[in-house]
């Protein structure tokens, strides 16, 4: 069992910064594929990133790449999203999310997700 819980979302500028955490339960966190994906109200739940067990793959959906960093600490559990030059339409709840084996965009085949963490851009 996994258990994610996520961090650092908030109020914030167009333009400016956020960087969300999500601290994880579990001696095996780093073999597994992190994510983050959003869900914006009356919308679907969607892909931003991901982050394979070792760092070296790193996936990203186009409306978010060069803004958008997604990293990790397995000495520490975490898995990082580095926000920058942030849109009102990034405004979403954001959820982390763990993989044993699968590394990808998909949303179902994450067994484990967070709570989520309230992101809100102004203009």
């Known amino acids: 069992q996994v258990q994610l819980v996520e961090s650092g979302g908030g109020l914030v500028q167009a333009g400016g910064s956020l960087r969300l955490s999500c601290a994880a339960s579990?001696?095996?966190?780093?073999?597994?594929?992190m994510g983050w994906f959003r869900q914006a109200p009356g919308k679907e739940r969607e892909f931003v990133a991901a982050?394979?067990?070792?760092?070296?793959?790193?996936t990203y959906t186009d409306s978010v790449k060069g803004r958008f960093t997604i990293s990790r600490d397995n000495a520490k559990n975490t898995v990082y999203l580095q926000m920058n030059s942030l849109k009102p339409e990034d405004t979403a709840v954001y959820y982390c999310?763990?993989?044993?084996?699968?590394?990808?965009?998909?949303?179902?085949?994450?067994?484990?997700w967070g709570q989520g963490t309230q992101v809100t851009v102004s203009s």
């Open positions: 579990g001696r095996t966190f780093s073999s597994y594929t």
């Open positions: 982050i394979n067990w070792s760092s070296r793959s790193t």
């Open positions: 999310a763990a993989s044993r084996s699968y590394y990808g965009t998909r949303t179902f085949p994450y067994e484990y």
